[in-house]
């Protein structure tokens, strides 16, 4: 049967859904050198006897992680439209790392968060808001933060062992 | 190209044939067109349908072999490869495809030349 009139985008074009034993993941790709940069990739969320995970967020486990890039520079568009969106949250053996970013047209926000069997913390976190650039309605916030609790740990382990160290002879 | 049976059925709404969700089929699409003088106009387009293991099975495997895998093989393993999906008019959705288009704003297959589809 001959199939007419299917419409193909400009530039390359790509759709993929695959599963891999029950595993999800899905791909969408258009390149067009005029119109727009279209990436989008997601996978299911997974988890291996509770040993490795990889999920949306720390407190999203129903969703996968995210790679989503829109930029539609059309002819016509003095700014071009930016969505990005990346998202994923990666726990192997107590150590974990995550990242959300968020950036369009009118702002971008970024977290990022590494954590270490519970001794070691870093967050960071960045707002920007400038879609009222016109108006000069902007904002900038930046927030970093560290917490190591290793020394404390060592040190209470030590303080356990020292009486024990002392009654031996 | 479409590889097995009962791929199409009679569309008793609009008349002809159309595609059949219900029959496990392997097929593919192509379609491409060039032109010597106008290199604009090149594109090449291919999609795929039913390239899951369960149906790749039903469609190639010999009898013996088909219902030795389809018992003894787990679900999961049968579901697995690109899963079938349907548009909202009942017709199945190529995956994976795939295609390049010279013009930047896009072409259809009215201005080429194509292979049968699926």
Redesign the interface.
């Known amino acids: 049967?001959?199939?007419?009139?299917?419409?193909?985008?400009?530039?390359?074009?790509?759709?993929?859904?695959?599963?891999?034993?029950?595993f999800n993941a899905v791909a969408d790709v258009i390149i067009?050198?005029?119109?727009q940069l279209l990436l989008n990739v997601s996978i299911d969320p997974l988890t291996i006897a509770g040993i490795f995970t990889i999920q949306r967020s720390a407190s999203n486990s129903a969703l996968g992680p995210i790679v989503s890039i829109d930029v539609q520079y059309g002819l016509l568009s003095l700014i071009p439209k930016v969505k990005v969106l990346i998202a994923g949250y990666v726990n192997l053996l107590g150590m974990s790392a995550e990242t959300q970013l968020t950036v369009d047209n009118a702002g971008y926000h970024l977290f990022m968060e590494s954590k270490f069997l519970g001794l070691f913390q870093a967050s960071v976190w960045v707002d920007a808001n400038y879609g009222g650039l016109l108006s000069g309605d902007v904002s900038f916030y930046v927030k970093a933060e560290m917490k190591q609790e290793f020394f404390a740990a060592l040190r209470a382990k030590v303080l356990l062992v020292l009486p024990f160290l002392a009654a031996d002879p | 190209m479409c590889y097995s049976q009962d791929c199409?059925v009679r569309d008793e709404a609009f008349g002809g044939?159309k595609e059949n969700p219900e029959a496990a089929c392997v097929g593919a699409?192509t379609?491409f067109g060039v032109s010597a003088i106008d290199p604009g106009r090149l594109?090449f387009?291919a999609g795929f349908k039913g390239l899951?293991l369960d149906t790749m099975i039903k469609v190639f495997a010999p009898e013996s072999a088909k219902t030795w895998l389809q018992g003894n093989l787990p679900q999961?393993?049968l579901?697995?490869?690109?899963?079938q999906?349907l548009k909202d008019d009942g017709s199945i959705i190529a995956?994976?495809?795939?295609?390049?288009?010279?013009?930047?704003?896009?072409?259809?297959?009215?201005v080429g030349r194509?292979f049968?589809?699926?």
């Open positions: 049967m001959l199939q007419t009139g299917k419409y193909f985008p400009g530039g390359y074009f790509f759709h993929g859904d695959v599963n891999i034993l029950g067009n050198p005029l119109q | 199409f044939l699409y379609f594109y387009a899951t999961v393993v579901e697995s490869g690109f899963p999906k995956n994976p495809e795939f295609s390049y288009v010279a013009n930047p704003f896009g072409t259809t297959t009215l194509g049968s589809a699926c």
